[in-house]
């Protein structure tokens, strides 16, 4: 809370004590909190602990990053500011924030910190959390340099330290080629953290479309926005170790082979229906679509203005998602390729009853359990995206608005389609107890549905 305190004082704006009474309060809490744990005798160390503690780590610094947003000039509701909060810490991108473009540099920038530090979470998350909690059948894709279960501490520290320098040099190179692509430092530091962070978080109420047809600016978006759907292991590998073989994973051809179709699907329907010049055609389809499946949730122009087809495969593309362990939410890359591969050994067996086909990703097994986990996340996901919609449409939301608020804010994506959500829109118009309801919304599509589903279980709680 001390950098846009900076920020504030820097540029002159007087909101700067909404950070420090902020701080100094959350530092008091935090200090209290340290001395009532320090005794040797911790908790144990078990799935459900740990599945307990990031459920309460993830709603903790939801409360905290609102509080500069509830006591900052801009006065926010605690509706709002819970909103923005777990808008920013999921990276959904979501807002319900206006005139961005004059307010003070302190909120802009507590903005797209708190999105940089949840892209941060999501990775550590799915890197290191849910691997070894075996949460929604991402254990199968546990990254050998972070399995600390058979790992000296030491080797540990250092794939943490290659972790967190290279999310910080992406994020300072982003910032750089922002800033040569004619954006001002104040912007291009803005918009490197939401980037890499695959949240979406602008300075500008028009998004990327503030800057113009700049079209430089927008490829240097979508590279940046594509590197963050990939799988974190693939740079972690290639910096400590020098390998580039993770590449060759299935699940990065899969997330590369359907964003390659969608844009050039849509770039060339643009051509063909508007007459649109195929170079600027592609630019904006490539980075629109690349925002939306990587669930950054940037717009360069209102893509519901495109046509018919380009809005129902943005709908589609909603969604997709990155890979694993990457700060890309959605359904994931990986789970596509299980289910489909689940599907064509299932049509086999019932041409062939007795034949035994195994099960393979990457030249491993996929154990059984990962195959019904990945079920369930897809049967949870439908169910929970119905379920959000119905209450939202009880609201008094229209169906589109409904349908499509619950999808984004249930994928981590952002802008949904309709006037109201979509990328010309935002969710200020809605009502108290809709953004509660997407609040939950989002904490549930970033934290994998199962890892706060499986606290309303009873069995979680027995000992």
């Known amino acids: 809370m001390l950098i846009p305190l900076v920020a504030d004082i820097a540029s002159g704006a007087s909101d700067w004590r909404a950070f420090a009474f902020a701080s100094v309060g959350t530092t008091a809490v935090a200090v209290l909190i340290a001395l009532a744990s320090s005794s040797d005798a911790l908790p144990i160390a078990s799935p459900r602990f740990g599945i307990l503690l990031i459920n309460l780590l993830w709603?903790?610094?939801?409360?905290?990053?609102?509080?500069?947003?509830?006591?900052?000039?801009?006065?926010?509701?605690?509706?709002?500011?819970?909103?923005?909060?777990?808008?920013?810490?999921?990276?959904?991108?979501s807002t319900v924030m206006v005139g961005l473009d004059s307010m003070p540099h302190g909120i802009l920038v507590w903005r797209s910190l708190l999105q940089w530090m949840g892209g941060l979470g999501v990775i550590a998350m799915g890197l290191l959390l849910l691997p070894y909690l075996r949460v929604a059948g991402i254990r199968f894709f546990k990254l050998e340099s972070s399995d600390i279960s058979e790992k000296s501490f030491p080797r540990f520290q250092t794939f943490i330290t290659g972790f967190i320098v290279i999310y910080v040099l992406m994020t300072l190179f982003c910032a750089i080629a922002y800033a040569l692509a004619g954006m001002t430092p104040f912007d291009a530091a803005n918009h490197a953290m939401t980037t890499k962070a695959n949240g979406g978080f602008s300075t500008h109420d028009?998004?990327?479309?503030?800057?113009?047809?700049?079209?430089?600016l927008l490829w240097v978006g979508t590279i940046f926005m594509f590197i963050g759907g990939l799988p974190f292991s693939v740079l972690i590998l290639f910096a400590l170790q020098g390998r580039l073989g993770a590449l060759k994973d299935d699940q990065i051809r899969v997330?590369?082979?359907?964003?390659?179709?969608?844009?050039?699907?849509?770039?060339?329907?643009?051509?063909?229906?508007?007459?649109?010049?195929?170079?600027?055609?592609?630019?904006h389809s490539a980075f629109n679509f690349v925002s939306v499946i990587?669930?950054?949730?940037?717009?360069?122009?209102?893509?519901?203005?495109?046509?018919?087809?380009?809005?129902?495969?943005?709908?589609?593309?909603?969604?997709?998602?990155g890979c694993a362990g990457s700060t890309a939410g959605g359904i994931k890359a990986y789970r596509f390729l299980i289910l489909y591969r689940m599907l064509v050994n299932g049509l086999h067996r019932l041409i062939y009853p007795n034949v035994v086909r195994p099960f393979r990703y990457g030249g491993a097994r996929v154990e059984d359990d990962v195959q019904q986990a990945a079920v369930l996340f897809m049967a949870c996901f439908f169910i929970i995206w119905a379920a959000s919609s119905l209450l939202l449409s009880l609201t008094g939301l229209d169906f589109l608005t409904a349908i499509t608020s619950a999808l984004t804010a249930l994928t981590n994506v952002g802008p949904g389609l309709g006037t109201i959500v979509g990328p010309a829109g935002n969710f200020s118009s809605l009502s108290d107890a809709a953004k509660y309801i997407l609040a939950l919304t989002m904490l549930l599509g970033r934290l994998e549905i199962l890892t706060i589903l499986v606290l309303i279980s009873p069995a979680f709680w027995k000992t």
């Open 59 to 93: 709603m903790t610094l939801a409360v905290i990053g609102a509080l500069p947003f509830m006591l900052s000039e801009v006065a926010m509701s605690p509706a709002d500011a819970l909103f923005e909060s777990v808008s920013a810490i999921t990276t959904t991108g």
């Open 206 to 216: 028009a998004s990327f479309g503030a800057f113009g047809n700049n079209l430089p």
């Open 255 to 283: 997330y590369a082979g359907y964003t390659v179709c969608f844009i050039v699907a849509v770039a060339v329907d643009l051509r063909i229906e508007t007459g649109m010049p195929f170079g600027y055609a592609l630019s």
């Open 294 to 321: 990587t669930t950054t949730g940037f717009a360069s122009v209102d893509y519901t203005l495109w046509g018919p087809f380009a809005v129902a495969c943005i709908f589609c593309a909603t969604f997709l998602g």
